[in-house]
């Protein structure tokens, strides 16, 4: 079993910057997808950005430049730093960790706000 722990959200003027952290407990987490997904209410969670545990990466083409993931094995951690943050990145974001013969996982989530 995977737990999942997000934190950084909170509220950012438009063109600020979040840090969001994402801790691994309870399982190896080097051999894990790692992604982050965000949520609207009544609308589909999206892909924001996922890291492989070869080390690659995918972003969608709304966050290319803005943002971007990483991961510390060793810590069972991993970041997404979000720069230059608009309006429409305001949503839930979501931890994912996922392996076809271990499962697949989401953490309770963090609110982010931009906002003026």
């Known amino acids: 079993q995977v737990q999942l722990v997000e934190s950084g959200g909170g509220l950012v003027q438009p063109g600020g910057s979040l840090r969001l952290s994402c801790v691994a407990s309870?399982?190896?987490?080097?051999?894990?997808?790692m992604g982050w997904y965000r949520q609207v209410s009544g609308k589909l969670r999206e892909m924001v950005a996922t890291?492989?545990?070869?080390?690659?990466?995918i972003y969608a083409d709304s966050v290319k430049g803005r943002f971007t993931i990483s991961r510390v094995n060793a810590k069972n951690t991993v970041y997404l730093q979000m720069d230059s943050l608009k309006p429409e990145d305001t949503a839930v974001y979501y931890c994912?960790?996922?392996?076809?013969?271990?499962?697949?996982?989401w953490g309770q989530g963090t609110q982010v706000i931009v906002s003026s």
């Open positions: 309870g399982s190896i987490f080097a051999i894990y997808n």
């Open positions: 994912n960790a996922g392996h076809y013969d271990r499962g697949n996982y």
């Open positions: 890291m492989t545990n070869g080390g690659s990466t």
